[in-house]
């Protein structure tokens, strides 16, 4: 049994990725099991043809976790495809497209803030709590198998783009709730998107959103940082 | 009319959006955002019925004359129908 973002999930990985990702989640097994999931050979085997370039390791990995991120709306909960860092006890996270360079910022916070660390590199879980919105680090962090098994409360959210300057600014409903969607798994059944809908209306009128332009220079993670704190 | 299976109007953030799920998902992975006055026709067209009906409610809920009810509306229609979210029956 493993406890990932607060939830029991009752799965088995057989193979040494996953097994070495979740071992830090492992939790009483006697604990009752909120989430089931058991993927069989034939559909790993399946979805490794499809994508001849992946292990059927690897393919283990990824389909766990789109497992796990899928039923995240039933627990209140979001999988938002970004960078998270963890920085005096809260979270920032950093979201694009691939290739954008969500890690490299978050790399930048870890070189220009001494005590910061990466929560998870690239598919944190958010899950509303009783005490506000929390970010999560999960076994299934992307290429960088960067994550540590700890919920900390969200501070904001930055959609991330390149550019030469730095700047940052709120970003306004609809920006935040399009670049929300585009990176998260959108449910296809309408019980569920519904539940995912409502979870976004409460994060993002209570959770800032803003609009990051960066470059790679230490100046990057100084603007991002007081952009997303002086509103304290 | 009616607006087409598969995708549902929320108020999200303070904004109207309309999604798509089920089998229209595979076709549309976007997100559509409406006025007021168009959640109301969208509100108003989920549950199907003719532009009659449609112009008779909008002049019923906005005070404005017939002419520019039929401008928005006609508007919003050929909008709505031109991204594929109305179908006739």
């Known amino acids: 049994m493993y406890n990932i973002a607060g939830i029991n999930v009752d799965m088995a990985p057989k193979y040494p990725r996953t097994l070495r990702q979740s071992e830090a989640y492992l939790t009483d097994e006697a604990s009752e099991s909120d989430i089931r999931i058991r993927l069989s050979d034939e559909f790993l085997e399946h979805k490794q043809r499809e994508n001849p370039h992946l292990t059927i390791e690897d393919c283990e990995y990824i389909w766990l976790g789109s497992e796990f991120y899928e039923l995240l709306p039933e627990f209140g909960g979001l999988l938002l495809h970004s960078s998270a860092v963890v920085y005096k006890g809260e979270g920032f996270l950093f979201s694009a497209p691939c290739g954008t360079g969500k890690s490299t910022h978050t790399q930048i916070w870890l070189k220009r803030f001494e005590g910061a660390y990466i929560l998870n590199d690239d598919k944190p879980a958010i899950r509303l ?51 929300i969607l585009n990176q998260t798994v959108r449910p296809v059944s309408e019980e569920r998107m519904d539940k995912l809908l409502k979870i976004l209306d409460k994060l993002i009128t209570t959770v800032p959103v803003y609009k990051l332009c960066c470059n790679m220079e230490l100046e990057a993670a100084e603007v991002s940082y007081r952009g997303m704190t002086q509103n304290r | 009319m009616k607006t087409k299976k598969g995708f549902m109007l929320r108020s999200v953030g303070g904004r109207h959006v309309v999604v798509a799920v089920g089998k229209a998902s595979e076709e549309f992975n976007g997100l559509i955002t409406l006025n007021d006055s168009g959640a109301f026709l969208w509100n108003a067209l989920a549950e199907g019925c003719t532009y009659d009906e449609l112009l008779a409610k909008m002049l019923e809920t906005y005070e404005v004359t017939e002419m520019t009810a039929r401008a928005g509306l006609d508007q919003f229609l050929e909008t709505a129908r031109g991204a594929g979210l109305i179908v006739d029956d």
Do not use: H, Q, W
């Not at chain 1, 506000?132 to 783009?161: A, H, Q, W």
């Not at chain 1, 409903?173 to 670049?179: I, S, T, V, Y």
């Open chain 1, 129 to 179: 709590t009783k005490d506000g919105f929390y970010v999560y680090g999960t076994p299934f962090s992307g290429k960088t198998d960067l994550n540590v098994n700890e919920g900390v409360p969200l501070r904001g959210i930055c959609m991330l783009e390149r550019g030469k300057e730095n700047s940052i600014e709120k970003a306004d409903p609809e920006a935040a709730l399009f670049g």
